[in-house]
């Protein structure tokens, strides 16, 4: 089965921009989770959809990122204005529900902020 | 809540070495337990699991792992290791009836040396 895809790959750009991040989950898999990776330490969970519906958004800095998962399948994550401290990877991951499945994680993409 | 500890940022090791990296957990809910390992410029992939049963569990290349629910640890062992198994290795919750987020640890710099 195809995995996790995410695009772009790398991405860079100048504080106080913007940018967008695109998720293609696995077919047929109803959760999706965004996670924050900062360089050297483990992967943070920004937002978890379950289909379209946000499950968990607790940790999400809502004043500059946003995220939606339209039809239930693709999701795209936004930073706007983008600061410094967002440089990280940003990785998908989707599982067939919240039980006892692994999640299957994507490449991600690597954003640098100057 | 719930936190993940790693006890070693890096671990160096010989090529055919045993290896083990350590991690401990706590959380006031029952958990599952992953160990998953990240390649450079690549996402996470699942090493191995503990959901339930056999306290000892085995997953892939080699690795295996026990749980141990009185000292709260999930240490990760191989009784071999080659030069391919130089990578990230991130230890990882997730408490159950919380809708299926991980919570990772902070990740050990396996490095094999020849």
């Known amino acids: 089965e195809a995995g996790v895809a995410q695009s772009p790959r790398y991405k860079i750009i100048e504080k106080r921009q913007s940018v967008a991040f695109w998720c293609n989950p696995i077919s047929g898999h109803a959760t999706l989770y965004w996670y924050q990776q900062i360089l050297g330490q483990g992967p943070k969970l920004l937002i978890q959809?379950?289909?379209?519906?946000?499950?968990?958004d607790s940790q999400l800095p809502k004043d500059r990122f946003s995220a939606e998962r339209l039809k239930g399948v693709d999701s795209t994550l936004k930073i706007q204005p983008a600061k410094l401290e967002d440089s990280a990877v940003y990785l998908c991951?989707?599982?067939?529900?919240?039980?006892?499945?692994?999640?299957?994680f994507g490449d991600g993409t690597r954003l640098s902020i100057l | 809540a719930q936190s993940v500890t790693q006890l070693d940022s890096q671990v160096p090791v010989f090529e055919e070495a045993p290896v083990e990296l350590r991690c401990n957990y706590s959380s006031s809910v029952s958990v599952y337990l992953f160990w998953y390992v990240q390649y450079p410029n690549q996402g996470l992939q699942l090493l191995l699991k503990y959901l339930s049963g056999s306290t000892l569990v085995k997953g892939i290349n080699g690795f295996e792992a026990e749980f141990n629910k009185s000292q709260t640890s999930f240490h990760l062992r191989k009784p071999s290791v080659h030069i391919s198994d130089t990578a990230e290795y991130f230890c990882?919750?997730?408490?159950?009836?919380?809708?299926?987020?991980?919570?990772f640890g902070q990740g050990t710099e396996l490095s094999v040396k020849p």
């Open positions: 991951a989707s599982s067939p529900g919240t039980g006892r499945q692994p999640q299957h």
């Open positions: 990882a919750v997730r408490p159950e009836g919380q809708g299926g987020k991980l919570i």
């Open positions: 959809f379950q289909n379209n519906g946000v499950v968990d």
